[in-house]
Each structure stands twice: as structure tokens, then as C-alpha cells.
């Protein structure tokens, strides 16, 4: 099955710097990359996902960078602020089959 | 669009009782659902998947006589927890994909159902 590797656990960054978060994947059927955010106690957050056939996509201040080939992805936080702090999840599913998610990664942004 | 309910969002049971988790969507079909648990500072792990008008299909290491699916129409999905005990206590969330595969694989996730066991 599939097994998906979220580096570092926890990242602590000053506002205004950028948060980087890295993936791996180990299935080559996989095609969808979704990012997550979660504050607790409530739901996943869906912030930006990212389809096999696209290498970058960006949504304002937030990327996803995809490599098919090494199978890691990784979600770039620009212009950080305090309420980016969350815990951030990656996931990684074949067409029509259930998430498998990362670890989490928990981000706090200082002032 | 899009929005996938869950009843209720918290329960504190006894130790040896039952308890009965809803998963709703509300706008669209689902032919599938996903169940997954989320124990404190760790990350969602499946449970099982629920097809519509099938039997689910259970994680390795999941009971399926403890944790009871039922996924009876195309909106609706239903977690029984059995004979819960305080190591079952966790934050149950499922997840629903639209049937007219109108946004791929995205899912959709419900607000969460945080069961405390006694």
C-alpha cells in the first residue's frame, strides 16, 4: 500500500519568513496530492492539492511543487503569518481510493 | 456545495455501551465514504471504506464486529461503535467523494465526532 513520509514534525518560523514542508510517496499509481490544514479539534482544511499531471500551482501564498519521478511533493508557505500556525498534513491517493496521510507537520509562526 | 455533516460532533459514553455516528452529504451523492480515527497529536488513519449499498472494507487491524458500517443510500453513512471501551475514545471524522466524480478525487470531510469513553 501506500506510504507517505511528512518532514520536519514541527517548524517554528518568524512572521514574514517562508515555511517549507516536504513529502514522500512510495506508490507510482498515485495521481492526487491534496495539503491539509487542521486546527484542533476540527476538521482537515483542504488549502491547495495538486494532480500527477502538473509539476507547480500556486494559490497566492501558498505552492505545491511536485517531482513524479524522485515521488515527493512539498508545500511552500510565503509571507508566513501567526494565523498560518496549525498542523499541516499531506496525503497522497491512487483515483478513487482513500487518502493516506503524512504524519503532520505542526507550524507555529512567531511575531 | 459540497458540505458533509456529522451527528454528533461529541458523545461521552460508558464503558460497554454502544454509540451510533452519522456522516451526511448534504449537496451531493456519495457513492463512497471513508471513516477515519484521529487519537491526540497524531495523524487520520483509515478505518474502513463504505460503498453504498455494499459491505465496507476494513483497514488491517480494524474489528469489524466492534466498529459496525452501514452505508444504506447514497447521503448517508453510519459508524456503530460496539461495546466501546476508554481506548476507542478518539476523534472520528469521515469523509465523502462526490459520486459524479465532478471534482475528482477530492473528499470532503465532515466537522468531526470526538468520543470520550468513561
Known amino acids: 500500500g501506500e506510504n507517505v513520509e511528512q518532514h520536519p514534525s514541527t517548524l517554528s518560523v518568524q512572521e514574514g519568513d517562508s515555511a517549507v514542508i516536504k513529502c514522500t510517496y512510495s506508490?507510482?499509481?498515485?495521481?492526487?496530492f491534496p495539503w491539509y490544514k487542521q486546527e484542533l479539534g476540527k476538521r482537515p482544511q483542504l488549502i491547495i492539492d495538486?494532480?500527477?499531471?502538473?509539476g507547480e500551482k500556486k494559490d497566492q501564498r501558498i505552492a505545491v511543487t511536485l517531482n513524479k519521478t524522485a515521488k515527493h511533493f512539498s508545500l511552500h508557505i510565503t509571507e508566513t503569518q501567526p494565523e498560518d500556525s496549525a498542523v499541516y498534513f499531506c496525503?497522497?491517493?491512487?483515483?478513487?481510493?482513500?487518502?493516506?496521510f503524512g504524519k503532520g507537520t505542526s507550524l507555529l509562526v512567531t511575531p | 456545495g459540497a458540505v458533509v455533516s456529522q451527528h454528533p460532533s461529541w458523545v461521552i459514553c460508558k464503558s460497554g455501551t454502544s454509540v451510533k455516528i452519522e456522516c451526511r452529504s448534504l449537496?451531493?451523492?456519495?457513492?463512497?465514504m471513508f471513516w477515519y480515527r484521529q487519537f491526540p497529536k497524531q495523524s487520520l488513519m483509515l478505518m474502513a471504506t463504505?460503498?453504498?449499498?455494499?459491505?465496507?472494507?476494513?483497514e488491517q487491524g480494524v474489528e469489524k464486529d466492534k466498529f459496525l458500517i452501514n452505508h444504506a443510500s447514497l447521503t448517508l453513512s453510519t459508524l456503530t461503535v460496539t461495546s466501546a471501551h476508554p481506548e476507542d475514545s478518539s476523534f472520528y471524522i469521515c469523509s465523502a467523494r462526490d459520486a459524479r466524480g465532478r471534482a475528482g478525487n477530492e473528499q470532503f470531510f465532515g466537522p468531526g465526532t470526538r468520543l470520550t469513553v468513561l
Open positions: 495538486i494532480r500527477s499531471n502538473v
Open positions: 463504505s460503498n453504498e449499498g455494499s459491505k465496507a472494507t476494513y
Open positions: 449537496d451531493f451523492q456519495a457513492t463512497t
Open positions: 496525503a497522497a491517493s491512487r483515483p478513487g481510493y482513500a487518502l493516506n
Open positions: 506508490d507510482s499509481a498515485s495521481n492526487y
